[in-house]
């Protein structure tokens, strides 16, 4: 296992501060958002339309290593997979496998995304990618039983876990162990069941049986730390500590 940072920790700064701040932090890898709204490195539309100059920007990280992509596009029907196929192609390209990409609302029906899922998980086999799909609060996944069903109707799909949307969720309370086969990528924070993000050390993520359990599972790919700025906390202070917790686990 490795730690890394994801690049959706800094909305809002600017691009060329984020990688001297996370090599400051001492950081080796980043997670790499490719979103069509919001803050974003590259958008999945731009790696449809130029695919060079998208490899370009995504390549330009001062050394650190991309240990996964993170796709979402709310597109719809051919244009929504033929950008999702050019992010796998270039995460090809990168020799990044994992592209995490969210969960339909609740409400979809479940053979709809049961279809989709099915498709992206198509695509990305091609590039030799995999599909590593969000635990979150709000979609089919909030739920670890819906989630773990979505994985085995789909063959070869897998889960980016984030515990905090367990903790804090409406599922809160209920175990998730269930969930730690289908791993791909895991996602992180410190959170209570009232409050999504706290201080670091001060939440419920009992991190220590979350890399037990991980590594009983022989999970080998990254913990992206994905700590946003709050009132109140010093924010380069609490990634450098999350970094320290976590390296000192592994």
Known sequence: MLVCASIECFPGSP????????????????????????????????????????????RGTNRLTIAALSVDHPTEGEQYFEEFAACCRMAKSLKVVPLVVP????GTPFNAEIER?????????????????????GCMTEDPDTATVLCDNVKGLGLSLDPSHY???????????????????????????????????????????????????NYKRALSVQVLPTEGLEHRAELRKMRLLLESLL
Not at 103 to 106: C, F, G, H, K, S
Not at 193 to 201: A, D, F, P, T, Y
């Open 103 to 106: 969960a339909a609302e609740l």
């Open 117 to 137: 899922l099915r498709e992206l998980v198509r695509i990305a086999s091609f590039e030799g990618c995999l599909v590593a799909m969000k635990t979150q609060v």
């Open 15 to 58: 691009k060329e501060e984020i990688l001297p701040l996370l090599v400051d932090l001492e950081y080796t890898a980043i997670e790499v958002p490719i979103h069509e709204g919001g803050f974003t490195w590259v958008r999945p539309s731009e790696v449809l339309s130029d695919p060079e100059q998208a490899l370009e920007i995504c």
């Open 167 to 217: 903790i804090t969720g409406p599922r809160q309370g209920r175990d998730f162990s269930k969930v730690m086969p289908y791993v791909l990528h895991v996602q992180l924070r410190d959170s209570t069941k009232s409050e999504l993000q706290v201080r670091v050390g001060q939440g419920e993520v009992d991190y220590g049986r979350l890399v037990s359990q991980l590594l009983n599972e």
